[in-house]
C-alpha cells in the first residue's frame, strides 16, 4: 500500500461541483489500495476577493492579520472537501495547519516550514482516514497564523510528503504539465514527460508559474518524486525527479507502475521561460571598499526581500555601479531599504526601474556547450531586442530585457532552438 | 480606567465601509480612557453562505467539517476589523478561538464554553493593544474547532467579559434594544430602557432574536450587565442587569454614567413574544410506568436536543399520551431518536406537527397575578385562536397556537396588555 500526497489548486476546487470531481477522483486512487493526505488551495478567486476586501479597510494592512485572513480560504476548501468524501461515503477529516502542526518561521505572508510533527496525520491515517490538509498556511511555535506566500500549498504538500516519506506526491493544477515554453506565449510549446530537479529549479525560478520554486528546493531537498498533472483530463503529466536511479525511484515506478529511464546525454534546451515580475534597481556612485555589496544585499535580506541577479561595474574613478533584480511587488520595501542604505553609502544615485522582463532558457550541459548562449543572444540581437542584464549557470542563460519585448523574445528563443519540432521527452 | 466588552454582529460588519465605521466607534471608547476586547460575527449573510457552500458539496455533512467551515466567517471578520484599527493608528490584535483559548466540550454545531485562558488576551491589553475575538467559536482540548450556535457570538461575548471581570458587555446589533415585542410585527411596540436577566431569559427562550439564549444565562451567572444597542445611532438601547444593588452594578454606574433605579413592586407585562420556530410531538399510547418519561427525555437530551414544552396526560386503559415541543430544525434528529424510541416502548402512534407557534408574555410577578393569565387566554379565546398548550412560570405564560395565527395573536396580546401605551421604563 503506497501513501499518496495529492495537492489541488485552486481552479480545481473553483466551484462545490468540482469539488466533488476531485472527491471521486481522490477516492478512485484510495480504493487501488493506497493511503492519502489532501492538500487543497482556496477555491477559484479566494485570495483575490480576501485581499481585495482588506485593501478596502487597510491599504497597508499588518502582516499578521492578513495571514489570519487568507488563511481562512484553504479552511474552506478543506472542510468541503473532507464533507464532499464523506459524502461519498468515505471517511475523511480536514486538518487546519494549526491542527496538523505545520510549524513555520513568523515571515508573515512569506513563511518558511520549519518543521511538521506529523503525529496526528498518522494517527488520522491510521484510522483508514482520507486527511485533507489546508495548504499555504503554517503556524509559528508562538501559535500565530502564517502564509507561506503565492503558490504555497505546493510547498506544504512536497513538505507533508517529504515528513510522511510518502512515495510520491501529485500536483493536481490547471495545465497538463511543464512546457517547453508557456503555450499561452508559443503555441507550438510541447509538454515535457520527463525533467530533473534542477532544471524544474531553474524553470520555477525563472518564472514558469506551473509550480512553486522553493516546493522544487523541498522535493529535491527531501528526494520526493513530483507529478504535476492537470485536475480535468486523465493524461499523464510531467514527473520531476532526481536523475540518480535511487531506492526512492523504484519505489515511485513500482507505486506508480510508470517506467523511469536513464536520462540521455548531452546538451538539450528544455524549455524557455518567461518572467514579466521583474524590477531592476541601479546604484550608481558605490564606495569601492570590501564589503559594501554585503552590506547592501545584508540589508535587503534582513528585511525578507529576494534579490535575483546582480552585476556589478567598476570605475577608474574607485566608485562602482551595482545593479540588481527583484520581483516587482517587493518595490516599495526595496525602496523603504535603499533610501536608508544609499543615504548611509552616501551613493550618487538609485534608479528604480519596474519595466523589466527576463527570458532564460533552461536544458542540461549548458556551460559546456558555449554556442547556446550565442545563438540566444544573435537571435535576440537580430530581432533588435536590447539585453540589460545576463546570468548564466550550469542549466539555464537569463537575459534582462525591457518588459514590452517579453512575448517576443520568447517565441523568438523557443524556434530559435527548435523547440516546436519534438518532444524532448529525453530532455534530462 | 474599564475594561468593556464590545460586541458587533453581522449586519453592523457587513461591508468594508461598516467595518470601518465600527472601528471609528471603537477607537472612540478607547481614547475615553478604556480598554477594550471585541468580540465580532461573521460579516452579513457569510454564514448563511458557507452552509449554502456546504449543502452543495454535502447536505448532511460531518459537522466537525460544518464547524471549521462556519469558523471562517469570524476570523475573516477579526482579522479586517484588526487591520482597519490599525489603518487609524490604534495597536490592535486579532484572535482565533484556538488563540484566544476559548475552550468548548466537543458537541459540534452547538459546543457549550467550559472555560477560557485568559492570559493571551491579557497580555495583549498590557501592551496596549484593542484585542479582536472571532466569536461564535471554539477549540475542544482535542484542539478541533466547534461553534457555538446560531448567535453564539453574544456567549462568546459574555463570557469573555465574565472571564476578564470586564464592567461592561456591549451588544451592538442592528436594533435599537429590547422592545415589548417585536415592532415588525407590532408597531406600537415600545424599546424597554432596562430589563432583568430572569426576565430577559424569558424573552430570550421564548424567542425573541435579540440577544442569544445562553449569553443571558452566562451574563446572570456571572453578573455581567450587558447593554444591548444599535451600532447605527448613538442612543442608548437596553440595560439588562441584576435587580440587586451590588458592586459589580456600581461599577457598571461609574463605568457607563448611567443612573441605575431601583426596579418598582409589583406586576407589569415587559413584553410579548413570538416564536415561530416551534414544531409539537405527540406520541400516544406510552405505558403508564414509572420511568418512562426520563427514558424517552433522556434520550433526547443524549441527542442534545433541547426540549421546550412538555405536556403528559393519562388515560384510564394505563397508557398515556405525551405531547412535548422542539425547535423545528431539530426535527429530522427528534424524528429518528422517537422513532427507536418508540418501537423500544411499542408506543401506538407518534405524531410530528411542524406547524406551530408559541405567544408568550414577560413580566415579574406574574404567578401571584392570577388575572393575567386569565386576560391572555379570553383574548386569544374571543379571536377565536385555539391555544394548543399552555406553560407558566414565575414570569412568563406561554401559549402554543397554529403558527398561521401567530403575528395576529401578538398583536392581540400587545393591545390587551396596553403595552403600546406607555414606555414601561420601570419594568423591573
Chains 1, 2 share one sequence.
Request: with cysteine; aromatic share 4%; proline share 4%.
Amino acid at each position: 500500500m503506497a501513501l499518496i500526497v495529492q495537492k489541488y489548486g485552486g481552479s480545481s476546487l473553483a466551484t462545490p461541483e468540482r469539488i466533488k470531481e476531485v472527491g471521486k477522483g481522490i477516492i478512485k486512487t484510495k480504493k487501488e489500495g493506497n493511503s492519502l493526505v489532501v492538500v487543497v488551495s482556496a477555491m477559484g478567486d479566494t485570495t483575490d476577493n480576501l485581499i481585495s476586501l482588506m485593501e478596502k479597510v487597510n491599504p497597508d494592512p499588518p502582516k499578521r492579520e492578513l495571514d489570519l485572513l487568507l488563511s481562512t480560504g484553504e479552511m474552506v476548501s478543506a472542510a468541503l472537501l473532507a464533507a464532499a468524501l464523506e459524502a461519498e461515503g468515505e471517511k475523511a477529516v480536514a486538518l487546519t495547519a494549526y491542527q496538523g502542526k505545520i510549524i513555520t518561521d513568523d515571515f508573515h505572508t512569506k513563511a518558511r516550514i520549519k518543521k511538521i510533527r506529523s503525529e496526528k496525520i498518522l494517527e488520522e491515517l491510521n484510522r483508514g482516514k482520507i486527511v485533507v490538509v489546508a495548504g499555504f498556511q503554517g503556524i509559528t511555535p508562538e501559535e500565530t497564523i502564517t502564509t507561506l506566500g503565492r503558490g504555497g500549498s505546493d510547498t506544504t504538500a512536497v513538505a507533508l510528503a517529504a515528513a510522511l516519506k510518502a512515495q510520491i506526491c501529485e500536483i493536481y493544477t490547471d495545465v497538463e504539465g511543464v512546457f517547453t515554453a508557456d503555450p499561452r506565449i508559443v503555441p507550438e510549446a510541447k509538454k515535457l514527460k520527463k525533467i530533473v530537479y534542477d532544471e524544474m529549479l531553474e524553470l520555477a525560478s525563472l518564472g514558469a508559474k506551473v509550480l512553486h520554486l522553493r516546493a522544487v528546493e523541498v522535493a529535491k531537498k527531501f528526494n520526493v518524486p513530483l507529478h504535476i498533472r492537470s485536475s480535468f483530463t486523465e493524461n499523464e503529466g510531467t514527473i520531476i525527479m532526481s536523475n540518480i536511479k535511487n531506492e526512492r525511484e523504484k519505489e515511485m515506478r513500482e507505486a506508480s507502475g510508470k517506467i523511469v529511464e536513464e536520462p540521455i546525454e548531452g546538451f538539450i534546451v528544455t524549455g524557455v521561460v518567461l518572467d514579466e515580475t521583474e524590477a531592476k534597481i541601479t546604484v550608481r556612485g558605490v564606495p569601492d571598499k570590501p564589503g559594501v555589496a554585503g552590506f547592501i544585499f545584508g540589508k535587503l535580506a534582513e528585511a525578507n526581500i529576494n534579490v535575483d541577479m546582480i552585476v556589478q561595474s567598476s570605475s577608474p574613478e574607485g566608485k562602482n555601479t551595482i545593479s540588481f533584480t527583484v520581483e516587482e511587488k517587493d518595490l516599495p520595501q526595496v525602496r523603504k531599504v535603499m533610501e536608508k542604505v544609499g543615504s548611509e553609502l552616501r551613493v550618487d544615485e538609485i534608479i528604480y526601474d519596474p519595466d523589466m522582463a527576463k527570458v532564460s532558457i533552461v536544458g542540461a550541459g549548458m556551460q559546456s556547450h558555449p554556442g547556446v548562449a550565442a545563438r540566444m543572444f544573435t537571435c535576440l540581437g537580430n530581432a533588435g531586442i536590447n539585453i540589460d542584464m545576463i546570468s548564466t549557470s550550469e542549466i539555464k542563460i537569463s537575459c534582462v530585457i525591457r518588459k514590452k519585448e517579453g512575448k517576443k523574445a520568447v517565441r523568438l528563443v523557443h524556434e530559435a532552438f527548435e523547440l516546436d519540432k519534438e518532444i524532448p521527452e529525453e530532455a534530462s
